[in-house]
């Protein structure tokens, strides 16, 4: 299977730990983002890499998050501290421009 | 700001009948737009996009869509709804000078039989 992977598919973790979680994009794709999707929401944009550089970050990407894309291939996203409002989907998706590729997900629930 | 706005959170339809999903947009210049489904714990998969050119577009799974200018919108159509085709469907847009797609807040599709 060529499309975008994402590990693990589910986290549970307790408040205040640090969870991290994986992006494979599709290896020709140069792009690649990070979303949040809450219960009955449209994804919310989190970060976007062009290659090896993170080029965009939203507001709500707080200090306790943080992305990084090393020699431009894969992505991890870490939140530390975790809170209870983290819980969510975390998607990534690819792309080659103009056009994304979404991963099946990452759902944390923080207890 | 650039908006995108699905106006109903939730439609009911009988398995045969046809659907119509609203999206409209709020910017002064012409984005790309495309219309995901997305199935329970899964990720977002593209059903169909406009760049440019005939404002009827064709997806899969039977699906299509309109761009009309006049009106900001770009709403999805499927003329026979299918029992699998209850999921939520989301529409998105990006404009061509940017990076950053928007998202809807989607619409809950429910087919009964």
């Known amino acids: 299977d060529t499309g975008v992977s994402q590990n693990p598919r589910h986290k549970i973790t307790k408040r205040g730990q640090n969870v991290t979680f994986r992006c494979d994009p599709i290896s020709e794709h140069n792009r690649l983002y990070w979303y949040r999707q809450t219960l009955g929401q449209g994804p919310e944009f989190l970060t976007y890499f062009q290659n090896e550089a993170q080029l965009e970050k939203s507001r709500l990407l707080s200090d306790r998050f943080s992305a990084e894309r090393p020699k431009g291939s894969f992505s991890t996203l870490e939140i530390q501290r975790t809170e209870q409002g983290d819980s969510a989907m975390y998607l990534c998706a690819s792309s080659p421009v103009n056009e994304q590729f979404f991963g099946p997900g990452t759902r944390l629930t923080v207890l | 700001a650039q908006s995108v706005t699905q106006p109903d959170i939730h439609i009911t339809v009988s398995e045969g009948a046809s659907l119509e999903l609203r999206c409209n947009y709020s910017?002064?210049?012409?984005?790309?737009l495309f219309w995901y489904v997305q199935s329970p714990g899964q990720g977002l998969q593209l059903l169909l996009k406009y760049f440019s050119g005939d404002t009827l577009v064709q997806g899969i799974k039977g699906f299509e869509a309109e761009f009309k200018r006049s009106q900001s919108s770009f709403n999805l159509r499927k003329p026979s709804v299918h029992w699998s085709d209850a999921a939520e469907y989301f529409c998105?847009?990006?404009?061509?000078?940017?990076?950053?797609?928007?998202f809807g807040t989607g619409t809950s599709l429910t087919v009964i039989p």
């Open positions: 998105a847009v990006v404009f061509p000078t940017g990076n950053q797609f928007y």
């Open positions: 910017y002064g210049a012409t984005p790309y």
